[in-house]
């Protein structure tokens, strides 16, 4: 039993054990120092990033203010090549596209947004800038454009409502008024109601000829109905 060796023995034994595992503790402690310092490293590293992105989106936002059109240029260039995948880079983006409409620079408007859509990672952001850009092209009178855009959306999650409201202002300007009633109904009756204006969609709604009720609704479409 260990409580009857002698204390020579016992230093003995230790000495033992740590001449065989010693090196492995040592080793075990230096590993978790330098992991630790790896760490902290990085995470330094990635706040520096952030706060750098975060920096350059603010120079950018005044360059847009000022309709320094060249500086916003190359501030977006710099973020788009140094932080691909930061949040400011998508932001900044959007703010590049808002200059070019400011300038009359619609299709470079329109080319900024398909960037944005296409190098997001941020689905809802995404959503935004589907909407922004199929409203751009139906402003524009690319309506076929406006409504591919729109298609392509799998999954409008709260902006079900927004995308079918749309829908119908691509329809109504092709001049299919039953489609854009349908439309325009499907977003009135969205399972997220306060994301959509209810009394501007029922305008809309009520602006359509009688035509297109009567082709959906007849009851509704004859003044006799009531009777």
Request: proline share 4%.
């Amino acid at each position: 039993m260990d409580e009857f060796l002698s204390e020579k023995e016992q230093l003995e034994r230790i000495r033992d054990w740590w001449r065989e595992n010693g090196w492995y503790l040592i080793g075990g402690a230096a590993l978790g120092a330098v992991l630790l310092f790896g760490w902290t490293q990085y995470r330094a590293y990635q706040q520096q990033r952030i706060e750098t992105a975060s920096n350059l989106y603010e120079e950018m936002s005044r360059a847009v203010l000022d309709r320094a059109e060249a500086q916003a240029t190359d501030l977006l260039d710099e973020l788009r090549a140094e932080y691909p995948s930061s949040p400011y880079t998508d932001q900044a983006g959007l703010l590049y596209a808002s200059l070019m409409l400011d300038g009359q620079r619609s299709d470079d408007a329109v080319a900024a947004l398909r960037y944005v859509l296409g190098d997001t990672d941020d689905p809802q952001l995404a959503l935004v800038v589907r909407l922004r850009l199929a409203r751009l092209l139906l402003h524009l009178d690319r309506l076929d454009d406006a409504l591919a855009v729109i298609a392509e959306v799998r999954d409008p999650g709260r902006f079900v409502g927004l995308f079918s409201e749309l829908r119908g202002d691509i329809y109504l300007a092709q001049g299919d008024q039953q489609q854009a009633r349908t439309a325009y109904l499907e977003a009135f009756n969205s399972e997220y109601p306060e994301v959509v204006d209810r009394n501007m969609l029922q305008m809309k709604i009520d602006d359509l000829p009688a035509a297109a009720v009567a082709l959906a609704d007849p009851e509704r479409a004859d003044p006799e109905g009531d009777l």
